[in-house]
C-alpha cells in the first residue's frame, strides 16, 4: 500500500444498485429540497441527498407549534408537510438537473395503494437513484405507524411496492416497534435493497407555566444526540439479521458519531438534526472519516464496516 494512496482513501459504498462517492447522506426533512443549502456547502460532495418526503397529494402539516428544542434533541411534528407529487415533480425536481449527487426521494402513503401509485410515478422520473419508502413517521394520524409495527404488514407493502419500480428501494424503519430487527428482516423478504434506520422516536414536552403541550400536536418525533445509542443499538441488531445493507441514523452530530454506525454494520450514514444547527456538517463528517481512514492507515471504507465484533 503506498503512502498515497492512505492519503487518498476510497470512501465509495454501494446501495443496491447507487454507487455513493461517500457514505454521507443528508436525512430526509432536515435538507428542504436540496436548493436551502447551497449558500452553506458544496451539494455535489454530500454522497446523496434525500428531500423532504413526498406523498402524492399535498398536505398542510399539523398545527404549530411544530418543532421543540429539548436537552439534548429537538421534537418535530411536521406531520410531513409537502407539495405533493405534482408540485414536486413541477418545481423542486428540476434544482437537481445540475446536481451530480445521487437523488434519492423519500416517499409515503396514506394507504398501500398510495404507495404503489408513488412508486410507478417516481420509477418513471428520470434523474431518479433511488427511493427510501417511508413507512415510519409517528406525526401522521393515518398511515405511517400501522404500516411500520406489524413484520407481516411491512412484508406485504414491501413486496408489493417492489413490483412497482426498478429504482433502489430503501425501505426506512421506526424505532416504535418492539423488535426492529424481524421488521428488517421483513422488509428485506418482501424484497427492499437496504433499509434505514432509525426515524424519530414518538415524544412529547410539557411547558409547566402554560400547562400546556410544547407542540401544536401534542406528540412529536425526537431526534438529534438524545436517540444516539438507541439508534446504534438498533442498528447494530439489525446489521445482525440482513445481508441487504443497512443506513444508519439518529444523533449524528459528527464524523466519530458516524463512524461508530459504521463499524456496527452500517454502509451509510444519514445525517438529520445536526444539518439544522450546522448546514455544513455532512461535509465536516466525510472529511473526518477521511482523516479517520488515513489516520487508521485504512484504504477502503469497506474493511470498516462491521469491523465491531460482540
Ligand atoms: C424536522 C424534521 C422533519 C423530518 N421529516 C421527515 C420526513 O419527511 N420523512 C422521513 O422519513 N423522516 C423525516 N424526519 C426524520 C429524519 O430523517 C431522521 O430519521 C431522524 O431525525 C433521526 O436522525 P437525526 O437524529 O440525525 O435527526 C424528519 C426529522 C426532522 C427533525
Redesign the pocket.
Known sequence: MTVKSIRNPDLSVKIGNIKLENPVIV????FGFGEEYEDFLNLNHLGAIIP??ISLKPMVGNPPPR?FETEG??L?S?G?Q?PGFEDFFNHKLPYFENIKTHLII?FFGNTQKEYIKLARCFNEVPGISGL?M?I??PNVERGGMAFCSEPKIVYRLVHAVRKSTKLTLIV?LSPNVTDIASIAKSAEEGGADAVSL???FKAMAINVHSKKPELGNVIG?L??PA?KPIALRMVWEVSQVVKIPVIG????MKAEDAIEFILVGASAV?????N?INPRTGIEVIQGIRRYLVQNKIQRIQKLIGLFKN
Not at 436525512?27 to 432536515?30: E, M, N, Q, R
Open positions: 436525512a430526509s426533512g432536515t423532504k418526503g418543532i434533541g429537538i418535530n411536521i410531513l409537502n423519500n427510501e417511508n415510519s413517521c426506512k432509525i426515524n424519530t418525533g431526534s438529534g436517540i441514523m439518529g444523533g449524528i444519514q445525517i438529520g438534526t445536526a439544522l
